[in-house]
């Protein structure tokens, strides 16, 4: 269950997904050698691809290898990727029980699943050379004014870090 704790964060993290994104993965949807994610079904229906870096895409082959190994038979396309301790999709709000769990475990004050999306959208903007249109395709924003408020959210950390140095 570790090892699935730390691939859902950092999936989270590094794939900017939101929770039903998530909870709907499927193992078919997982290439653990190109390190993509596809997202069958993103808000408003749509489809898009995630690239994920490849310490996450080792953690989700330990986690794929481990899971297989407790049930003695390596995971149908069909099934969850990630997966209850009963073997089962996580529904939303298990998932967010989960994720409550976990915060208050690490004695973290303010997180929640949607706020490890804004914090990947935020690095992501902080690596040199990104642009708003790789995040938007990343997010799957569907309109390029929804992902440039990120560029204020950049901006006003920014300018705490200069503040910072002053």
Same mark, same amino acid.
Not at 4 to 17: I, P
Not at 51 to 70: E, M, N, Q, V
Not at 73 to 85: E, I, L, R
Not at 123 to 150: C, E, M, W
């Given at each position: 269950?570790? /090892?699935?704790?730390?691939?859902?964060? $950092?999936?989270?993290?590094?794939?900017? =997904?939101?929770?039903?994104? =998530?909870?709907?993965?499927?193992? /078919?949807?997982? &290439?653990?050698?190109?390190?993509?994610?596809?997202?069958?079904?993103?808000?408003?229906?749509?489809?898009?691809? *995630?690239?994920?870096?490849?310490?996450?895409?080792?953690?989700?082959?330990?986690?794929?290898?481990?899971?297989?190994?407790?049930?003695? *038979?390596?995971?149908?396309?069909?099934?969850?990727?990630?997966?209850?301790?009963?073997?089962?999709?996580?529904?939303y709000d298990g998932l967010r029980s989960w994720?409550?769990?976990?915060?208050?475990?690490?004695?973290?004050? !303010?997180?929640?699943?949607?706020?490890?999306?804004? %914090?990947?959208?935020?690095?992501?903007?902080?690596?040199?050379? /990104?642009? =708003?249109? %790789? $995040?938007?395709?990343?997010?799957?924003?569907?309109?390029?004014? %929804? %992902? &440039? !408020?990120? =560029?204020?959210?950049?901006?006003?950390?920014?300018?705490?870090?200069?503040?910072?140095? &002053?």
């Open positions: 269950l570790g /090892s699935r704790d730390l691939a859902m964060l $950092l999936t989270f993290l590094d794939g900017a =997904l939101r929770a039903t994104e =998530l909870t709907g993965l499927r193992v /078919s949807d997982v &290439s653990l050698d190109s390190g993509r994610l596809f997202i069958a079904s993103g808000k408003g229906k749509k489809s898009r691809m *995630v690239a994920i870096g490849d310490h996450t895409k080792r953690l989700l082959r330990r986690y794929a290898f481990l899971r297989d190994a407790s049930v003695g *038979v390596k995971a149908g396309a069909d099934a969850p990727f990630f997966q209850t301790d009963d073997g089962r999709a996580f529904s994720f409550v769990r976990l915060k208050h475990r690490a004695g973290v004050p !303010r997180a929640f699943p949607h706020l490890l999306r804004h %914090t990947s959208a935020i690095r992501t903007l902080a690596v040199p050379g /990104s642009d =708003l249109f %790789t $995040l938007q395709a990343k997010l799957g924003h569907a309109d390029i004014t %929804t %992902t &440039s !408020r990120y =560029l204020n959210m950049a901006n006003e950390q920014l300018n705490e870090r200069q503040r910072g140095f &002053s």
